[in-house]
């Protein structure tokens, strides 16, 4: 038994969906009625019987650890679409299992095995297209928190070394995006893992309402903040549809010869993106891929079969082409 916590949201729908894609269940779906991540003996009640206990729930800062204390109380497994903050409760479990944090961690893993002998540097793009729920912004603004703007690696973690871009155009970007960069834990730990001289992470922003909302949100309260980037992001959105695009440009070495890839994921949104992922962590843990103990997603599942089954799934295929993208923008 699986239970999904906030099966019905945006990305628990998406969860439940790629689970049974995968043949995983039986299923046990809890919306905000019979999962509610405030009352622990509710939560006891929907964890118990389960052999993996997954939250798709949110914010963060509401729900916390309580749905990983309620897996561990049941003897479950745990598996969390976000990064909660706190300690190791006991079992396997699995944070940060979607979109940023997690894809974002994996595909430089992925194509560093896949192409190089060693890596020296990487430059790293995020673009998403898409509404902004409640849930999702507040997360977002909270994990502003998290890391630092304008940083970059540089054999270390170095303070306001990079410039904030705007008008920029970049390859599979529709349109011209304001590049933000930011290095946040995730980074940092795929640098070391790899062992880079130099990093760049870039938040690439599309549509002129959200980029006037991120530039507003410091001056907001969090109410009005949330409120802001969900009504921007609607009006980004008319007319279109949703998109993801996660690049990734990496320099080294191949056979003692020098080497630049650039590898490129595209999907169809936020919500697909991460609940396709929660779902593979879930598939590792039941086939007992995933060691005891508390493990973010992108450092413990393997690269090259978690790309595979996300490309099974039908949500995302990666393109990888030689080279550097090419780059043309203003700078603030």
């Known amino acids: 038994m699986i239970g999904v916590v906030g099966a019905t949201g945006e990305v628990g729908s998406h969860t439940v969906r790629i689970l049974r894609t995968l043949g995983v269940g039986p299923l046990r779906t809890g919306g905000s009625r019979d999962a509610d991540v405030r009352d622990e003996k509710l ?8 052999q993996v206990v997954v939250n798709c729930a949110g914010p963060v800062r509401l729900v ?4 990983a204390r309620a897996a561990a109380r049941a003897g479950a497994g745990h598996v969390d679409a976000s990064e ?9 479990a699995v944070i940060g299992a979607g979109l940023q944090p997690g894809l974002t961690g994996l595909l430089p893993r992925w194509l560093a095995r896949r192409e190089f002998d060693a890596v020296h540097g990487l430059v790293a793009y995020l673009g998403v297209h898409d509404r902004f ?16 703007a304008l940083a970059a690696w540089r054999r270390g973690r170095r303070s306001g070394v990079l410039t904030r871009r705007t008008d920029a155009t970049l390859p599979f970007f529709s349109g011209e995006v ?25 938040t690439a922003v599309s549509g002129e309402h959200v980029r006037a909302a991120f530039d507003r949100t410091h001056s907001l309260g ?16 008319v007319g279109g549809e949703p998109s993801v695009v996660l690049m ?11 080497l630049t890839r650039t590898a490129v994921l595209r999907g169809r949104g936020n919500g697909e993106m991460t609940g396709a992922l929660t779902a593979l962590a879930v598939l590792a843990v039941l086939r007992r891929e995933v060691p005891p103990g ?10 090259q079969d978690t790309i595979a089954r996300l490309t099974g799934c039908g949500v995302a295929e990666p393109l990888v082409g030689d080279g550097a993208p090419s780059l043309e923008s203003g700078a603030l």
């Open 43 to 50: 939560l006891d009640r929907f964890a118990e019987g389960c």
């Open 64 to 67: 916390g650890d309580r749905v």
């Open 84 to 92: 909660p903050e706190g300690p190791s409760v006991g079992g396997t």
């Open 133 to 148: 729920t409640r849930t999702a912004a507040a997360d977002y603004l909270a994990g502003a928190g998290h890391g630092e």
């Open 178 to 202: 304001s590049l933000l960069p930011y290095l946040n834990t995730e980074n940092m730990r795929v640098a070391e893992e790899l062992g880079l001289a130099r990093g760049d992470w870039y």
């Open 222 to 237: 969090r109410a009005d903040a949330v409120a802001a980037l969900c009504r921007a992001s609607e009006l980004d959105l």
């Open 248 to 258: 990734v440009c990496m320099d080294g070495v191949r056979d003692g010869e020098p």
């Open 294 to 303: 508390r493990h973010f997603a992108a450092d413990v599942l393997d690269p």
